[in-house]
């Protein structure tokens, strides 16, 4: 109160305003980095796993599609036919490859980089594999490549797709774990925001009342020592602490 005493009336007046202001502009501009933060964070969250599921589900269709054509390849005798079904194949693992590639370079935990890792000897015996139904099948030796395909690449594709399923799971459980560490610095931003907004309005009012009293005080002396000098009393005094 005393160092109030010593600035101008006006001056405290445009003081309190001041200081109400800023701690309006911190509050603003506290949540709005805040906000952004989690927006960043939730932004990450959604492009990373978004990816991780669609080069996954490609990597899947990619060897159901091949299956698929392999078959028709290995039933159909027409050798046209054939041709056309082999461009899909090549197609189909040309995806495949790439999704691989493209999947590698967003995995960042050490569970995803492991079944990544495992995919590729199956990758490689399931393409040998393949190769060689192709082979018999043009050298229109069917049967064999019929028998080849029930008994030798049916099982191993079927293991390359539980893998792929299995890479889903873990994905979903980094999602959710993702989640849930943006769900919590949500709940930190709000109690962050409601803490600095309770200073704040402490704050606010405190200066307000000290801003108050240090200009109601000395009026309320003033007023005080007229009403003793209408009554008659000489003697009052005010006491001047300020310049104002």
């Known amino acids: 109160m005393g160092a109030l005493a010593n600035i101008k009336v006006g001056t405290r007046l445009t003081l309190s305003s001041g200081l109400l202001l800023l701690l309006m502009i911190v509050l603003t501009f506290t949540g709005i980095n805040r ?6 964070n939730l932004d990450e969250i959604t492009e990373k796993n978004f990816g991780e599921i669609d080069f996954a589900n490609t990597m899947r269709d990619a060897v159901r599609y091949q299956s698929v054509a392999l078959r028709d390849v290995v039933m159909q005798e027409d050798f046209a036919f054939k041709k056309n079904e082999l461009k899909l194949i090549k197609a189909a693992r040309k995806n495949y490859l790439e999704a691989s590639e493209s999947l590698g370079k967003i995995l960042d935990d050490a569970q995803g980089k492991t079944f990544l890792a495992q995919l590729k000897p199956l ?18 030796q069917n049967a064999e490549a019929g ?3 029930r008994e030798k690449l049916r099982p191993k594709q079927l293991e ?5 399923e299995g890479m889903f799971v873990a994905v979903k459980k980094a999602t959710h774990e993702q989640h849930v560490a943006a769900t919590t610095v949500y709940q930190n931003a709000k109690i962050f925001m409601l803490l600095l907004a309770v200073i704040s309005i402490v704050l606010g009012v405190v200066i307000s009342v ?3 009293r240090s200009i109601v ?22 006491q001047v602490t300020g310049s104002d």
């Open 35 to 40: 906000m952004a933060l989690l927006q960043k």
């Open 123 to 140: 990758e490689i015996e399931t393409n040998q594999i393949t190769q060689e139904i192709i082979n018999l099948s043009l050298s229109e």
């Open 147 to 149: 028998k080849m395909t």
């Open 160 to 164: 390359l797709i539980a893998q792929l």
């Open 210 to 212: 000290a801003i108050g």
């Open 217 to 238: 005080n000395p009026l309320q002396q003033a007023v005080d020592v007229a009403k003793h000098i209408a009554q008659g009393d000489l003697t009052s005094q005010i």
